[in-house]
């Protein structure tokens, strides 16, 4: 078997900060808008892109709440980068916003790149490098 072949893939969670969040991945990350939608069936969302690449975001809030607390502090989304001046500005960027970077639980990302924590605590590293296996 070779694998996979999707086309897209959408990662998608239920918040009840969708402001916030949308703030942190839009602005401070970033990352485009590339859709979103109100009140349809109760829920309200945002869809952001990853340039290049045909991956997206997507974050609900239903109007009866979306509680979806983080399920660990290595529960991560890992960005990378492929060059020093790009990781350097998107340190830049999500700095500039106020986010500092946190501790990572596994040390493995420490001598990695940033870790940061989106509002609703759902943590974000940002790589320097390219992954490689």
């Not at 990853?50 to 997206?56: L, M, Q, S, T, W």
């Not at 609900?60 to 709440?65: F, M, S, V, W």
């Not at 106020?98 to 493995?108: L, R, S, T």
Request: proline share 6%.
């Amino acid at each position: 078997m070779d694998g996979i072949s999707a086309a897209q893939v959408r990662i998608a969670r239920p918040t009840d900060n969708l402001t916030a969040v949308t703030d942190f991945y839009h602005l401070a990350l970033g990352m485009p808008i590339i859709g979103s939608f109100n009140e349809h069936d109760g829920y309200d969302g945002i869809m952001l892109g990853i340039k290049g690449a045909n991956i997206h975001l997507e974050f609900t809030q239903h109007a009866d709440g979306s509680p979806c607390p983080a399920p660990s502090l290595d529960n991560l989304l890992v960005l990378y980068y492929a060059t020093q001046a790009e990781f350097d500005s998107a340190v830049t960027l999500i700095e500039s916003y106020g986010h500092k970077p946190v501790a990572p639980e596994n040390e493995y990302w420490l001598d990695k790149g940033l870790t940061y924590e989106d509002p609703d605590g759902w943590r974000v590293v940002l790589f320097n490098g390219l992954y490689s296996n």
